[in-house]
């Protein structure tokens, strides 16, 4: 039978090409009968026109109108013919992304570390990238079809009314005619438009299916790309290449790519240099004036009745001119190299870096000004001058170190050659991450003293190790050839890190916002009193004229209400969870990859069938992030709701407490069972413990379960409420805390 069908296969593909030669040919046919038949109708339209000249006042609608509307028709046409084309190209573009995806997955499940494959998945991943546009063009044919399908709707009405209108007007004389002609008209739009909104609603299906194949394509990509190696590991083949590497680096024709590719993004667009040219000109211009704008800031906040938030709010936007030149030339380079038409991988590899250069340079810039005497960090948020200036220190040798080699791997990765970025670009990376990993070593030196307090040792010690353990990671995984990998990873923990940076530095920002707050409120009350112990006879004491004698005030963070500083470290700590999962959006789809890894399997029996229950890396690791998750929403959402009910309801304290007490109950056995979900145990395996440990505790546990029974009981009915006084004989107390079991 395989035989058979294996013989059928040629003359069936000999009839499919024989049926699609004849569609052709047949396609070619109906178009050129079109345009013989607009044609004619064009003619006529300009016969009829020219037949009487007396009457061209009278024609309606204008001939300029009516040869558009025959344009039109025309240009449907071949719009129509030319989705006809495409329909062609969809179908065979779907089909051979089904093979590749088909093919991939087929590689995937054979297995094994290899090189090979991760090139494949890289070849995959640029042809995806670049078939991305796919997705807009389905959305502009959808919109296209629906503006031809209201339009449909449109000349049917109109065809309608010249129908009736034709009922009414006598049949004879040029007016005649020329309405004929017009209802020929919209006849063969309607026909024209009719055929258009098929062959798009035709083309969207294939069109769709393309998409679809690119998507599903796309996923497993994600899924896979950071688990395979890019490279080769390093051996005796890689040691031996270098001997090839000077000849490679001075060979002019290895940078051609890059020179092409840097001359199309600034010597070939002259608006965008000058542009860029003049604004980084003005922000350097305005910058020079930033120095003496901070110092006179600065010393107006050292004054507590002149400081304002507005003056650190300038003061940082002066900071930001004063840094700006530099990120946003390189800012602007990258983003021209992201726009090039044909840019292939390593044009992409320098623009993404670039970006991130210029974002490096900002911030660290941004820190090294906020760090000086006059600057936003020690001026107005009281940063330490000792801390502030060793980091600075530090950051004077790192920063120029990193930035470098960071250019240096972008430039190796950009060779035309590969082996420069198998070469060069694999050692460049230990480097570029070595030197943040000696830079975080020499500031948790004890000697430096920037970690102090009772924890200081423990914090030096996880910062080292976090130093050696990121060096040797980058290490061991550069040297088996996950290139890709360190540098996905270590642009999203640079995103992470200034992400980090920024959201603290809003909490600081934040909280000095809230501590002139209650300064300002201080000083109000004091006005206050001044002016009731002054009396009405003492003269002005407060107001225009008068002397204000207040004693220092030392305001610290621990003035600001407890609450307040809370909801204001839940908001900021909520908006970072948000944006760290905006940086690691494309990354996440690679922890898909982890449910493939099954830890254990175990059989379960569900009525009479045995099903088999496997658990993944990917569920244990959920769960543990689960459980961490919901044991800090126990420990800290009750607080906050215990706060919004005190703001926006009448409850009392009482009613306060019962509704968070609950709250972490049920938290607690939510943690509870969703963990153990993740984990593969079901309920009806557990209730049989559960029926067990019930049995123990009616036996040996009998007045805990009651004293917890009776502290849930006190919770809903309230016979005692916290703040209550109890007497009990000659010892007296108010309750604090009612717990399930005992109420102190």
């Known amino acids: 039978r395989l035989d058979l069908l294996a013989a059928e296969l ?30 004619a109708l064009r003619a006529e339209i300009l016969r009829v026109f020219e037949f009487d000249p007396a009457v061209q006042s009278a024609l309606t609608p204008p001939l300029e109108t009516l040869l558009a509307n025959v ?28 093979q590749a995806l088909g093919a991939l997955q087929d590689r995937l499940e054979l297995g ?41 709707l449109t000349l049917r009405q109109t065809l309608r009314d010249l129908e009736q209108q034709a009922a009414l007007r006598p049949d004879e004389g040029a007016v005649a005619r020329w309405a004929r002609l017009h209802q020929s008209t919209v006849e063969t739009q309607l026909q024209a438009n009719t055929q258009l909104t098929e062959a798009l609603e035709q083309a969207q299906v294939f069109l769709a299916l393309a998409v679809r194949e690119v998507d599903a394509l796309e996923q497993l990509i994600n899924e896979s790309l950071l688990w395979w190696p890019s490279h080769g590991p390093v051996g005796s083949g890689w040691l031996t290449g270098w001997r090839l590497m000077p000849g490679l680096l001075v060979d002019a024709q290895g940078w051609l790519g890059l ?56 003061a940082l936007g002066w900071t930001l001119v004063q840094v700006a030149p530099v990120p946003v030339g390189l800012l602007a380079l990258g983003t021209s190299l992201v726009w090039l038409p044909d840019a292939g991988s390593p044009v ?44 600075r220190g530090e950051l004077a040798w790192c920063l120029p170190v990193f930035l470098v080699t960071l250019v240096a791997v972008a430039v ?23 030197a943040p990993a000696v830079c975080l070593w020499r500031l948790s030196d004890p000697r430096v003293g920037l970690v102090s307090g009772d924890r200081a040792a423990g914090h030096r010690r996880w910062l080292r190790l976090t130093a050696v353990a990121l060096t040797l990671t980058v290490g061991l995984l550069a040297g088996a050839g996950y290139l890709l990998t360190i540098l996905t990873l270590l642009g999203r923990f640079a995103v992470s890190l200034l992400v980090v940076a920024l959201g603290w530095f809003v909490f600081r920002l934040a909280l000095r916002a809230l501590l002139l707050g209650e300064t300002r409120l201080l000083i109000r009350r004091m006005r206050e009193q001044r002016a009731k112990a002054a009396g009405p006879g003492q003269g002005p004491s407060v107001g225009e004229g008068a002397v204000l004698d207040l004693p220092e005030t030392a305001m ?33 789809p690679a922890l898909v990859w982890l449910d493939g890894v099954t830890l254990w399997t175990r059989t379960v029996v569900v009525g009479d069938a045995e099903l088999v229950s496997r658990v993944s890396l990917q569920a244990v690791l959920l769960a543990v992030l689960l459980g961490v998750l919901l044991t800090l929403a126990a420990r800290n959402l009750p607080g906050l709701v215990e706060i919004l009910l005190a703001r926006s309801t ?16 049920a938290l607690a056995v939510i943690a509870v069972i969703s963990v153990f979900s993740l984990l593969g145990l079901r309920w009806s395996e557990l209730q049989w413990l559960v029926a067990a440990l019930t049995l123990g505790l009616g036996f040996g546990l009998q007045e805990v379960v009651a004293n917890f029974v009776s502290g849930i009981i006190m919770l809903f009915e309230r016979p005692v409420r916290v703040g209550d006084t109890i007497t009990i004989g000659e010892y007296s107390g108010t309750v604090a805390r009612i717990r399930t079991r005992a109420t102190t």
């Open 10 to 39: 040629p003359a069936l593909e000999f009839i499919a090409a024989w049926i699609q030669r004849h569609r052709d040919r047949l396609s070619a046919h109906l178009a050129e009968r079109a345009n013989e038949e607009l044609r």
């Open 71 to 98: 344009e039109l028709t025309a240009d449907w046409q071949r719009r129509a013919r030319d989705l006809q084309l495409r329909q062609q190209r969809d179908a065979a573009l779907a089909e051979d992304l089904a």
């Open 112 to 152: 094994g570390v290899s090189d090979a494959l991760g090139r494949f998945l890289q070849d995959e991943s640029r042809r995806v990238r670049q078939l991305g546009m796919l997705r807009s063009s389905l959305q502009d044919m959808q919109r296209e079809s629906s503006q031809a399908r209201l339009r449909e």
């Open 259 to 314: 020179r092409s590719a840097l001359a199309a993004a600034t010597l070939q667009r002259p608006p965008v240099i000058l542009l860029t040219a003049l604004a980084m000109a003005g922000l350097w211009l305005l910058g020079r004036r930033a120095p003496e704008r901070l110092a006179d800031l600065a010393g107006r906040t050292r004054h507590r009745f002149t400081d304002r938030m507005s003056l650190t709010l300038q």
């Open 348 to 391: 992409e590899v320098v623009s993404g870096a670039l970006l991130l250069l210029a974002g490096w340079w900002l911030c660290v810039r941004l820190f090294d000004r906020l760090g000086t005497e006059h600057g936003v960090g020690c001026a107005h948020l009281g940063w330490s001058s000792v801390v502030v200036s060793r980091i």
């Open 412 to 434: 190796s990765f950009a060779h035309d050659d590969p082996l420069v970025g198998d070469l060069l670009g694999r050692s460049l990376l230990v480097v570029l991450i070595l």
């Open 556 to 588: 610290s963070v621990e003035h600001v209400n407890q609450q307040t500083r809370r909801l204001l470290r839940v908001s900021v700590i909520g908006s970072l969870v948000l944006a760290l999962l905006w940086a690691w959006a494309d990354v996440l």
């Open 650 to 665: 009448h409850m009392d304290a009482a009613g306060r407490y019962t509704v968070t007490t609950l709250l972490r109950y």
